[in-house]
């Protein structure tokens, strides 16, 4: 996180736009200020902006507000996102051509043009395949329009849930994963992996192991509740007042932190 620099993380959720600045002082991560916007029903519709007028409205005055020297991490909807492991070619391919063997073999299994899909992969090593994350172009492209137009300085867009992974190394053993909900969905990580289940699916976390296949003993909610993990003790430096319903601000928080 550059020194003098608000890392923002900013989290578009279905009933309101959730934000919070960090700035780095003296190798510890401090607090100076979090948002809350609301949104009209309907600008937000299952991660997708069906009313990009309105979000943008929403957005205007407070995009106003932001000091010059900030950089913008944006969550995208995990929801919205397709997880992948594409066996490796046999041949070793440059950099480029490796993304494009990537993007290409992608396109070809789901039947829709290669400069439909924005994609990010890692190599498995263990399992001699990259780990590939797509998302439709027209999806990437609507988030970064917006920054564009309220001139903010966007530095990276990442999957909500993935976000969640940044506080993986904070929870206390034996906990080894984490999840999170809103009105509809869970969000989940484990050091390796993230994704995103429905409400319908698990009424609780405990269910919600049960569906992953994950040891029920060793997973948390993200929650101010004793027992849980709060999103907000990462922050070294604290400034109250803290917002009531702080943990909306998770995958925000997340973000934020995560450019440290």
Avoid at 181 to 200: F, I, K, N, P, V
Wanted: proline share 7%; with cysteine; aromatic share 6%.
């Amino acid at each position: 996180m550059a020194l003098g620099r608000w890392r923002i993380g900013l989290h578009i959720q279905q009933d309101g736009v959730y934000a919070i600045a960090l700035m780095q002082e003296k190798s510890r991560s401090v607090l100076r200020r979090w948002w809350q916007m609301p949104l009209e029903a309907g600008t937000i519709i299952d991660g997708q902006i069906k009313q990009p007028e309105r979000l943008h409205m929403a957005l205007q005055t407070w995009s106003k507000t932001l000091p010059r020297r900030h950089q913008i991490s944006l969550a995208f909807p995990a929801g919205r996102t397709l997880q992948k492991q594409l066996p490796r070619p046999a041949v070793r391919l440059g950099e480029s051509a490796q993304l494009q063997w990537v993007t290409n073999n992608l396109a070809h299994e789901l039947g829709m043009p290669a400069d439909d899909l924005r994609i990010d992969y890692t190599d498995d090593s263990v399992q001699r395949a990259y780990s590939v994350t797509a998302a439709q172009t027209r999806d990437v492209a609507a988030l970064m329009t917006l920054a564009d137009n309220l001139n903010l300085h966007l530095s990276a867009i990442t999957p909500d849930a993935c976000a969640l992974q940044r506080f993986i190394p904070l929870l206390a053993p034996p906990l080894r994963w984490l999840a999170w909900r809103d009105a509809c969905q869970w969000l989940w990580a484990t050091r390796s992996g993230w994704g995103r289940r429905a409400h319908e699916e698990a009424n609780t976390v405990d269910e919600l192991a049960q569906v992953l296949g994950l040891p029920q003993a060793e997973g948390t909610l993200c929650d101010a509740e004793p027992g849980s993990f709060n999103p907000w003790s990462a922050i070294a430096g604290l400034c109250p007042p803290l917002p009531e319903n702080g943990t909306a601000w998770a995958v925000a928080i997340g973000l934020a932190l995560g450019g440290e």
